[in-house]
């Protein structure tokens, strides 16, 4: 046997056997996370179930005293506790069991910390789709990725639904390091420079394809700032950036781009380009009015340097309830 070919073997072997060793390692964390589940459950369900509170607790504190002492520090009293919380939280097995195939007990202690189930499953979900590490996931949780996707959601209203859950508003561009007093040429600069982490903010799907975009029309030349290409949405994604506040000329401008991009640029089995307006302050009032999202617009504000926590859950808490408004007054008049 040569020498290539025990070298080609060898790459095969190394491939299977480290292929099964995530297998098993994916099997038994399955395995482990579902055995926390049904001990929570089997505590909250069985032996604290009409039980007074303070009885209650000390049940609890006993059954993690024998656990540990027999099986070791995973089921210590805090442990324990958050089995009970895990069961409680995900209370339906049927949800329960697809989750733990594909997410670690590691990003189920993330999650049960989060006020709403909707928070919850969205994060689950999107730590499955986007393959966040637990990691990924806590820097996703910290920048308010839920809250973002939400305030962006609603301007899709019914239109757009297939882009719903891919736009954020605002999107967090601190990253990038400007000063004050930068230009329009400076950001776009800036973003094609860190464009790994333009395009984690962006999430995935997004692929980069081309910086200032040449369209001639009429022998006139006119540039895009950026395009990406979104692969599950099977469009081209025109993105402006705009250093001061949106102003309504900027929709005709992104409606030029997007009839010459279908025109020109889309490929065949490609839905129709849309387009993201990315600009430092808006108007909500304006871009209802102007009912961009009917001709796929989004506009969408960037902050270049973000807020303390209290503040930032505050601003975006308050961006949210003005949103929700806006819109039940928008189906009130209809």
Known sequence: MSKELNSALFSEFSQIIEKGKLQLFASVNSILTITYWQIGKKINDHILKNERAEYGEKVVKNVAKDLENQFGRSYTLRNVRRMMQFAE????????????????????????????????????????????????????????????????????????????????????????????????????????????????????????IERQKRIILDEKDFYLDLLFFHRKLKRLVAIELKIGEFKPAYKGQMELYLKWLNKYDKQEGENNPIGLILCAGKSNEQIELLEMHKDGIMVAEYWTELPPKKQLEQKLHSLLIEAKARIQQIKNLK
């Open 89 to 208: 939280q995900f209370d339906d097995i049927n949800i329960v069991t697809p989750l733990v195939t594909q997410l670690s007990w590691s990003h189920f202690l993330q999650l049960l910390p989060l006020k709403s189930k909707e928070q919850k499953m969205f994060y689950a979900q999107k730590s499955i789709e986007e393959k966040w590490s637990k990691r990924v996931l806590i820097h996703q949780i910290q920048r308010k990725a839920f809250e973002r996707k939400e305030i962006a959601t609603l301007q899709t209203i019914s239109e757009l639904q297939d882009l719903q859950n891919t736009f954020k508003d605002p999107y967090f561009l601190d990253f990038l390091g400007l000063k004050d007093g930068y230009l329009e040429n400076d950001l776009e600069s800036a973003v094609i420079k860190e464009i790994e982490n333009f395009i984690l903010e962006l999430g995935v799907g997004f692929s980069f």
